[in-house]
């Protein structure tokens, strides 16, 4: 099947191994390998962590936060709703207008479309927040969450195809700001705002992938073998058949990464 649609997944896939891109994008392999030991702690957190995002969705669209309360039925969602409603800001977004809870936007990017599905854009006043709830264990550093393709897709996106959402004019970079919050640190959330330069930036980086990607006959290994610890295709490469343990997972946080990018793709949007 021929690939029509890129996503911060699928990008951020092809910068860290090309191999993988391929194996999961365009052979369209899924999950061979358990990435991690043990796996069912594993499945069970990302669940948790798919089931929270619906929580604050449904609070979005005035669902009554009694009625949710219920339905954080473990001690983890129970701690992160909770952590949710102690944030006023969070809490009372349910009052403003404005407010795209799972909102996809998509825009031409060269021979394909880009697309990304946002756990929440916020306009008002020619403003616009995009947040994007992550259940983490580990925090990761402004660094590392800055230069992913998740925040640089995001908010390029937003201004390519958010116009709608900002009575038909596109938003400027500076009007545009992603914040992360973590349901395990919310005290703590990571802040970008943006600039004409690293929306210039972004869009090339886009391009110069999307092109890359459009002409590529071959898709090589990455080199850096610290990658493979928790790839799940690593038995397709002859680099290891078990995982490394959860540990080690939460000392990388590519690994988490990858677990949260796994769900992602299972809501990938098709046209
Ligand atoms: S195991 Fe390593 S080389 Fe193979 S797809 Fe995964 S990251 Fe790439």
């Known amino acids: 099947m021929k690939l029509t649609t890129l996503s911060q997944s699928s990008l951020q896939d092809y910068v860290d191994c090309a191999r993988r891109f391929q194996l999961r ?21 990302l669940q948790e962590g798919e089931y929270f995002h619906r929580l604050v969705q449904q609070y979005l669209i005035g669902i009554p936060a009694e009625q949710i309360a219920k339905l954080a039925n473990t001690v983890n969602l129970q701690r992160w709703w909770e952590n949710f409603l102690a944030d006023k800001d969070l809490r009372g977004f349910k009052d403003l207008g404005g407010l795209s809870p799972e909102a996809t936007l998509s825009a031409p990017l060269g021979d394909f479309r880009i697309v990304a599905k946002y756990d929440l854009i916020a306009a008002e006043d020619g403003k616009a927040a995009i947040y994007d709830w992550k259940t983490y264990r580990k925090r990761p550093r402004n660094e590392w969450l800055s230069s992913r393709m998740q925040t640089r897709v995001y908010r390029a996106l937003l201004i390519r195809a958010g116009a709608h959402l900002n009575h038909g004019q596109p938003f400027q970079p500076e009007q545009i700001e992603m914040i992360y919050w973590f349901a395990e640190y919310p005290n703590d959330p990571a802040r970008f705002t943006y600039t004409s330069a690293q929306y210039k930036r972004d869009w090339d980086l886009l391009t ?18 610290t990658k493979c610890l928790y790839c799940p295709y690593r038995s397709y490469c002859d680099r290891g058949v078990r995982a490394g343990d959860v540990d080690q997972a939460e000392a990388e946080m590519e690994a988490e990464e990858l677990f949260d990018v796994n769900f ?3 809501g990938e949007i098709e046209f």
């Open 208 to 225: 110069k992938l999307s092109d890359e990607i459009a002409s590529a006959s071959t898709y090589p290994l990455t080199e850096d073998r």
């Open 25 to 45: 994008y365009l052979e369209r392999l899924s999950y061979p390998a358990i990435e991690s030991e043990p796996a069912l702690e594993n499945e069970k957190h």
């Open 264 to 266: 992602e793709q299972i």
